[in-house]
């Protein structure tokens, strides 16, 4: 059976980073895709770039009902739905008690309710029809661990979970549910800036910092095909790459080691604190 040909999926977070190269790989493979992103000028730029079988629409994760009108009309109009990436995110980083509560809450409203309302839209259409797959975008971050990226690293914990529990839920019901939890991918995210209207004393260098965590970024192309290679496998928690599920087993096993670790990297960052 083909996992990938003539099937539709609906990516979100799709104009950049992550999202993009799933689109763009996917549509390589022969799915119909529907990229979405809040900014439609950059999702409607990678529809362009997968050719023929990709649509573009805005969509804001942060509203329910944008997304469940999106994920209803697109899986009607296709006959069907395959596959949901729930993959738009945002990071915010800094010390704890210098982050704002606004801050907080708009991480969690993009990172967990934008992934919470994509689930509540797809499933049940997939309950229905009797097949399909949603893989939720975590991180390395949820996982384990993330000192000064912990608003990310608290919303990641909760995509985490909501995945692997609704794994079990939906496995008698022929829905399939992964998580992607990479390590630092080569994406914008990695340069990006805390929101500009909320005011944040200080914030690391987040390609510095991570880098220093994990080793130098991984190339998004290899990410997105590692991807959904570990979905056809329908692989339960995606961790990449190699040496991200070697961290994660060494975390695992000697958390110890791993904490005096995540002191060293801290410590280093701060150094840098001006």
Same mark, same amino acid.
């Given at each position: @059976?083909?996992?990938?040909?003539?099937?539709?999926?609906?990516?979100?977070?799709?104009?950049?980073?992550?999202?993009?190269?799933?689109?763009?790989? @996917?549509?390589?493979?022969?799915?119909?895709?529907?990229?979405?992103?809040?900014?439609?000028? &950059?999702?409607?730029?990678? %529809?362009?770039?997968?050719?023929?079988?990709?649509?573009?629409? @805005?969509?804001?994760?942060?509203?329910?009902?944008?997304?469940?009108?999106?994920?209803?009309? +697109?899986?009607?109009?296709?006959?069907?739905?395959?596959?949901?990436?729930?993959?738009?995110?945002?990071?915010?980083?800094?010390?704890?008690?210098?982050?704002?509560?606004?801050?907080?809450?708009?991480?969690?409203?993009?990172?967990?309710?934008? =992934?919470?309302?994509?689930?509540?839209?797809?499933?049940?259409? @997939?309950?229905?029809?009797?097949?399909?797959?949603?893989?939720?975008? %975590? &991180?390395?971050?949820?996982?384990?661990?993330?000192?000064?990226?912990?608003? +990310?690293?608290?919303?990641?914990?909760?995509?985490?979970?909501?995945?692997?529990?609704?794994?079990?839920?939906? %496995?008698?019901?022929?829905?399939?549910?992964? =998580?992607?939890?990479? &390590? %630092?991918?080569?994406?914008?995210?990695?340069?990006?800036?805390?929101?500009?209207?909320?005011?944040?004393?200080?914030?690391?260098?987040?390609?510095?910092?991570?880098?220093?965590?994990?080793?130098?970024? +991984?190339?998004?192309?290899?990410?997105?095909?590692?991807?959904?290679?570990?979905?056809?496998?329908?692989?339960?928690?995606?961790?990449?790459?190699?040496?991200?599920?070697?961290?994660?087993?060494?975390?695992?096993?000697?958390?110890?080691?791993?904490?005096?670790?995540?002191?060293?990297?801290?410590?280093?960052?701060?150094?840098?604190?001006?």
């Amino acid at each position: @059976m083909n996992t990938w040909t003539n099937k539709v999926a609906i990516v979100t977070g799709g104009g950049s980073g992550i999202g993009r190269a799933l689109s763009l790989a @996917m549509s390589r493979r022969g799915v119909y895709v529907l990229v979405t992103d809040v900014d439609l000028a &950059s999702a409607q730029v990678v %529809a362009a770039e997968c050719g023929n079988r990709a649509t573009a629409a @805005m969509l804001d994760v942060r509203e329910a009902t944008g997304v469940r009108v999106c994920i209803e009309q +697109y899986a009607s109009q296709q006959g069907r739905l395959d596959f949901l990436f729930n993959n738009a995110g945002i990071a915010v980083a800094g010390e704890v008690d210098e982050i704002p509560l606004a801050a907080w809450q708009r991480v969690i409203d993009v990172n967990v309710h934008g =992934v919470l309302h994509g689930v509540l839209a797809a499933y049940p259409i @997939m309950r229905k029809q009797g097949h399909g797959h949603i893989v939720n975008t %975590a &991180s390395l971050a949820g996982l384990g661990p993330a000192p000064l990226l912990t608003p +990310y690293a608290l919303s990641k914990h909760a995509v985490v979970g909501l995945s692997t529990s609704l794994r079990i839920e939906a %496995a008698s019901r022929g829905v399939q549910i992964s =998580v992607l939890c990479p &390590s %630092a991918i080569e994406t914008p995210i990695l340069d990006s800036e805390n929101p500009k209207d909320i005011p944040i004393a200080w914030a690391p260098d987040i390609r510095r910092f991570l880098t220093a965590l994990a080793g130098p970024p +991984y190339p998004v192309e290899k990410c997105a095909e590692e991807t959904l290679d570990a979905v056809e496998r329908n692989v339960a928690v995606i961790v990449l790459p190699g040496r991200a599920r070697l961290a994660w087993r060494v975390g695992r096993l000697f958390p110890a080691l791993a904490e005096k670790i995540s002191l060293g990297a801290v410590a280093r960052e701060r150094s840098q604190r001006t």
